[in-house]
């Protein structure tokens, strides 16, 4: 009797724990390694017709890009830094007075650092100190460049550090607009062209990338490193210069 009581509970149990198995493999189903792999886009065999496409925009810049600043020197901290305050205001002055908004105005960077030299028997003197104050510059009327220039170079003196000038667009975003139309129809003829070569139907594309757009910024090296303030009328010419996008484009084959 309990012999037969104790196997229908073994039987019971049994039944219970394959019904549960079932049930749980209906709701979580095995998926095969074969329909996992098709079900994945066409890119890790590289099939179909893949093109890279570019689009350029030439534009000429409308911000011109300044880094100057001052420099001064001195035998002791305090006395360099005042030197180079009372020229970076005078600079300073200069910029606001010629229509350069302070926002325009971000400081680059500033040090003050011992100036040192080695005697003969090899003992390092001390000669002083020395102060650099750098700004960055944006000119939005890029006319105007090589008069702030001059005016910038006469306010600072002998203390005046001009490093470069470069141009760039302001706002680019309607020309990249226009370089990515471009750079799309040039994968697009790209992809025909080879299909037609290769005597095959082009079909709809399945993948599209945008690759890095860029806008190169031309520096006029004929400022830098300039120092001094007597200088000449500076000429500035911003020219052109290239907006330039790529994308990626994958076609199937019919």
Same mark, same amino acid.
Not at 59 to 62: E, F, G, R, T
């Given at each position: 009797m309990r012999k037969g009581l104790l196997l229908g509970l073994v039987i019971g149990v049994a039944l219970l724990g394959a019904v549960g198995w079932i049930s749980l493999a209906s709701a979580n189903p095995v998926v095969s390694s074969a329909a996992t792999t098709q079900s994945l886009p066409n890119l890790q065999d590289n099939s179909g017709i893949w093109v890279t496409g570019q689009?350029? /925009?030439s534009? /000429?810049?409308?911000v011109a890009i300044l880094s100057l600043g001052v420099e001064a020197q001195a035998t002791t901290v305090e006395e360099a830094m005042d030197k180079a305050a009372v020229a970076m205001d005078r600079v300073m002055a200069t910029l606001r007075?010629?229509?350069v908004?302070?926002?325009? @105005?971000?400081?680059?960077?500033?040090? @003050?650092?011992? /100036?040192?030299?080695?005697?003969? =028997?090899?003992?390092?003197v001390l000669l002083g100190y020395?102060?650099?104050?750098?700004v960055t510059v944006k000119v939005r009327d890029v006319e105007a460049t090589g008069r702030i220039i001059d005016a910038v170079a006469k306010a600072g003196r002998d203390f005046i550090r001009i490093q470069g000038v470069s141009f760039t667009v302001d706002d680019t975003s309607q020309y990249y607009t226009e370089a990515r139309a471009e750079a799309v129809a040039d994968a697009v003829a790209k992809?025909?062209?080879l299909a037609d070569l290769a005597g095959v139907q082009l079909g709809k594309p399945f993948y599209i990338s945008e690759g890095g757009g860029y806008t190169p910024i031309?520096? =006029?090296?004929g400022l830098m490193a300039f120092e001094g303030g007597n200088v000449p009328t500076t000429p500035i010419s911003p020219g052109e210069t290239e907006i330039t996008l790529t994308v990626q484009m994958a076609f199937a084959i019919q």
């Open positions: 689009g350029k /925009v534009v /000429v810049p409308d007075a010629s229509g908004a302070e926002k325009d @105005i971000k400081t680059q960077w500033f040090n @003050i650092y011992p /100036v040192r030299r080695w005697t003969d =028997d090899g003992r390092e020395r102060v650099t104050n750098m992809a025909q062209q031309y520096m =006029d090296y």
